[in-house]
């Protein structure tokens, strides 16, 4: 049974963490935390769940000034920022590093396991499971230059503002359809249809990018 320890079912957790054989139970104690369970079935002390930990880590590190730490805790690690610890300071990170903060403060959850695709499942309550595939390199999504590609940790913060959108509309996040002439794909200029919230990440991954010295991704049409 996934539960915290104030008895709430994490309803939103969805199969797919099954699928991609990685069967985690997510457990954040305190409820203020971004959690990186260990993986059911598996030593936690074993390399498979220390690999998970270390690389998820290592991914929100590089979108923030602020110095994170992992603490143990029931079932995983809670994702933690060290009083007074900077990192990241030839740049100056504000957006990554409210976001983490941010994420770290709010009451909502938010739990991070490596999958084979990039996504986040958010519930309705404001919690979001990630799957972070940290060998995903955006083929496929378009750049304002032309090109394509991205590094994973701007895949990473993708998500996290998906879960940060989430938690701040307490599962409430923009759903109106909206038509775009879609950069991305394997087709790209085809006619889509997704919802607001992904161009307002977009735009707020677009920040990301540009204090991180990155190209910025191509901006969609809107049809409707």
Do not use: C, W
Request: glycine letters at 10%; hydrophobic letters at 30%.
């Amino acid at each position: 049974m996934n539960i915290d320890n104030k008895a709430e079912k994490y309803s939103f957790i969805s199969p797919y963490a099954y699928v991609a054989n990685n069967p985690v139970m997510f457990i954040d104690p305190d409820g203020n935390e971004i959690f990186i369970p260990n993986i059911k079935g598996k030593n936690p002390n074993g390399a498979e769940s220390s690999r998970q930990r270390t690389t998820v880590l290592n991914n929100l590190q590089k979108l923030t000034n602020s110095k994170l730490e992992l603490v143990k805790t029931k079932g995983g690690y809670v994702v933690k920022e060290v009083k007074g610890g900077k990192a990241n300071e030839g740049k100056t990170l504000g957006e990554g590093s409210s976001l983490i903060s941010g994420l770290i403060g709010a009451k909502e959850k938010v739990s991070i396991v490596i999958g084979d695709e990039n996504r986040a499942d958010r519930s309705k309550n404001g919690n979001t499971a990630i799957i972070f595939d940290p060998n995903k390199n955006g083929d496929t999504i378009a750049n304002a230059d032309g090109t394509t590609g991205r590094p994973a940790e701007i895949g990473l913060a993708h998500e996290l503002i998906h879960a940060d959108e989430n938690s701040k509309a307490k599962g409430d996040y923009d759903k109106t359809p909206v038509t775009i002439i879609n950069p991305d794909g394997e087709k790209p200029g085809d006619k889509v249809e997704v919802q607001k919230d992904e161009l307002i990440v977009r735009e707020r991954e677009n920040k990301i990018r540009e204090e991180q010295g990155i190209i910025l991704r191509a901006t969609p049409i809107i049809v409707n």
